[in-house]
């Protein structure tokens, strides 16, 4: 799913008072020197959740170097997770405190400094936007909940692994959508490989003819002398 919205806007993502589990997926084009920012909401009435996510640059024939993804906490304004530099791909992991709510931005030429304060880079930029596809999802945490048997743990690990999966899951939807875009490349070029073979074929048959042509009268007019 593509996303766009009016220059320097941020998108909020709402949802109903009664879900318990908050979760998305999407693919954005990055303008350079901007963002997209995702507002994040902690499931009301929960002893706080924890924010699980990832995130891939898809396109191949770009640097990764202007990308960069933060969350930050939208009333305090500091940053809780930043992506490393030059990385196309990750995971992240975010607890989140009762009621909290964070933005989660994808940043195309932006720093962002500990405090939240946003800034277009000062390096060199090379004016072309970034694809990215991501995924979150938001759990909420009971503390209430001790594991104690072994049903639980199993549960438990059985949770831990399904959102693992989803990661992979993830990860082979951007490649399929990378494979898509390299196939739309190649179909664009072999289209215009046929259309200058078709009119270089053309281009030989009409020199080809024009010799056969003036071959034909230079032996006439030999005949006649």
Known sequence: MHLSRPHGATLSLL?????TFVQGAYI????????ECFFIPAPPGSQGATLFGNYDLLDDD??????????????????????????KEGIFKVTLK????????LQNGIITAGRGRKAPSERAHDGLDRTVGFQFSVEPKDETKELKTQSQKIAQ??????????????????????????????EQTFSQLMYWVLLEGITVILIAGGQIMYF???????RYI
């Open 98 to 105: 009762p009621d909290q709510q964070v933005n989660l931005c």
């Open 15 to 19: 949802f109903a008072t009664l879900l």
């Open 157 to 186: 690990a059985a949770k831990d692994l399904t959102r693992e999966i989803k990661n992979l899951y993830n990860h082979h939807e951007y490649m399929r959508t990378r494979e898509a875009k390299h196939r739309e490349v190649v």
């Open 28 to 35: 954005t084009s990055i303008p350079p020197k901007d963002e």
């Open 216 to 222: 034909r009268r230079f032996l006439e007019r030999r």
């Open 62 to 87: 770009v640097s990764p170097e202007p990308l960069s993804v933060v969350v930050i906490d939208q009333k305090e304004e500091h940053v809780l997770y930043r992506s490393r530099r030059r990385s």
